[in-house]
C-alpha cells in the first residue's frame, strides 16, 4: 500500500476505487439488467444475430417511456411532488392517518409518475415521518404498504407500469378496453390496501409543516406541459416521434440535469428482453412448451412467470405467445406482488429499507412475503371469477 501511494496519488486512489466499488455493486444495484443481459447474450447464440432482429423492438414503447421518465425527472428535480405530499402528511395527527396518506399518495403517483418513480420518491418522505415521530418500528409494514400501492395503484394507466405501456403499444389496446380490464381489480386493491392500513394503531404523531417553499411557477407550467404532452403520446393522439423531437431539446435547455437522471438501464433492459423474447419465440420447442401453458391458462401462469423473472420481462416475453392480452395484462400486473422479483418496484423498497435497518433482513422479508402473496392469491381469484384466464 506505501508503494501504491507514491505511484499514485491520493485522489486518484480514491478515484480508482470508487470506480471499482460502482463496478462491483452494479449487478446487486441492477440484477434484472444483468440477467437481462446475459439472457440476451446466451439466446443469441442459439438464435444468431440476422435481419429479423430489427422486428424485436417496439420503438414506440422506448420512446414513450424515455419521454415520461424524462419529464417525471425534471418534476422531481423542483420537488414538485415531494412538497404536495408533505402538506398533506402533516395535516395527519395519527400513524394509522398518516399511513395512509403516505399509501395514498404513493397510490397516485404510481398512476401518473410510474411505480418505481413514485417509490422513489416517496418512501424517503414515509422514513421521514417515522424516523421524526419515533415510530421507526413501524417501517417494514409501512414500506411494503406503500410497495404494494407502487405495484397495484400503476396498473390502472397504461403509463403507469412499464409493462403496461409495452402491452398497450404492443396489442393495440383501445383506451376504454384498457380501463375497463383494469378498473375492478384496481378498486379492489384500494379496498385491500387501506383495510390493511387500519391494522396500525393510532398512535398520536405531531408532525412539524416544513419550511415554506414555492414552486418555480415558470418551470412548473412547463414541465406539467411537457408532462401532458407525454400523455398524449402515449394515448396515440398524435405520433411517438413527436415527443422525441420536442422534450429532449426542451429540458436540454431547461433541465439538463434531468435528461442525465433518466433510469436508462430500465429502458436497456427493455433493449435486451426484446432479443432474449424475439429469440426464444422462434426456437420452436420454447414457442410450442410457452404456446401450451398460456392456453391452459395465461392469468396464472403469467403471474407465476412474474414470480421467477419480474413482470416487466414476463410482458415483453409472453406477449408473442399469445393474443389475450386481457388475462396476460392482469397476470402481469397483479404478478408484481409475490417474491422480492416480481416487481423492480420491489427491490427497490427492499433496498431502501435495509439501508435504515441492516440487520433485518430476515424480518423484512418475512413481513414482505406475508402481505404480498396474500394479495397475489386474493386478486388472482377474483379476476378468475370474473372469468379471466
Not at 82 to 93: C, D, P, Q
Not at 200 to 218: G, T, W
Not at 243 to 267: E, N, S, T
Amino acid at each position: 500500500m506505501r508503494f501504491f501511494d507514491t505511484v499514485m496519488p491520493e485522489t486518484e486512489i480514491s478515484r480508482a476505487q470508487k470506480i471499482r466499488a460502482a463496478i462491483l455493486n452494479f449487478p446487486r444495484r441492477n440484477p434484472v439488467l444483468c440477467i437481462a443481459f446475459v439472457l440476451a447474450v446466451v439466446t443469441s447464440f442459439f438464435v444468431p444475430p440476422d435481419a429479423e432482429y430489427a422486428g424485436y423492438f417496439d420503438w414506440k414503447t422506448l420512446t414513450c417511456l424515455f419521454c415520461v421518465l424524462a419529464v417525471v425527472c425534471a418534476l422531481k428535480n423542483i420537488r414538485f411532488f415531494s412538497l404536495l405530499a408533505e402538506k398533506m402528511v402533516v395535516l395527519t395527527g395519527n400513524l394509522r392517518l398518516a399511513t395512509v396518506a403516505l399509501v395514498c399518495i404513493t397510490f397516485l403517483g404510481s398512476m401518473l409518475i410510474a411505480n418505481d418513480m413514485a417509490l422513489l420518491t416517496f418512501l424517503p418522505l414515509g422514513y421521514f415521518v417515522l424516523s421524526a415521530t419515533g415510530t421507526e418500528r413501524y417501517m417494514a409494514p409501512v414500506f411494503i404498504l406503500q410497495n404494494i400501492a407502487a405495484n397495484l395503484g400503476g396498473m390502472l394507466t397504461p403509463f403507469g407500469n412499464p409493462q403496461n405501456l409495452y402491452l398497450y403499444s404492443h396489442f393495440n389496446i383501445p383506451d376504454g378496453e384498457f380501463f375497463g380490464i383494469m378498473f375492478p381489480p384496481f378498486l379492489l386493491a384500494i379496498v385491500l390496501i387501506l383495510g390493511c392500513c387500519f391494522f396500525l394503531p393510532k398512535k398520536p404523531i405531531a408532525l412539524q409543516a416544513p419550511p415554506e417553499e414555492k414552486l418555480p411557477v415558470p418551470k412548473t407550467i412547463l414541465y406539467l406541459a411537457l408532462f401532458a404532452l407525454s400523455i398524449v403520446i402515449v394515448f396515440r393522439v398524435i405520433p411517438y416521434w413527436i415527443g422525441l423531437c420536442v422534450i429532449p431539446p426542451v429540458l436540454l435547455f431547461a433541465d439538463r440535469k434531468a435528461l442525465a437522471q433518466v433510469d436508462y438501464g430500465l429502458l436497456f433492459t427493455f433493449f435486451c428482453f426484446f432479443i432474449f423474447a424475439g429469440n426464444l419465440s422462434r426456437m420452436d420447442a420454447v414457442h410450442q412448451l410457452l404456446d401450451t401453458l398460456l392456453q391452459k391458462n395465461t392469468l396464472i401462469f403469467s403471474a407465476l412467470s412474474c414470480q421467477v423473472i419480474s413482470n416487466v420481462p414476463s410482458a415483453i416475453l409472453l406477449s408473442r405467445f399469445t393474443a389475450n392480452y386481457r388475462s396476460l395484462l392482469l397476470g402481469v400486473n397483479i404478478g408484481g406482488t409475490g417474491t422480492l422479483v416480481a416487481s423492480l418496484a420491489s427491490l427497490i423498497t427492499f433496498r431502501e429499507y435495509i439501508r435504515h435497518n441492516p440487520h433485518k433482513k430476515g424480518y423484512y422479508v418475512g413481513i414482505f412475503s406475508a402481505f404480498n402473496f396474500t394479495f397475489l392469491i386474493v386478486l388472482l381469484i377474483f379476476c378468475s371469477l370474473l372469468g379471466a384466464r
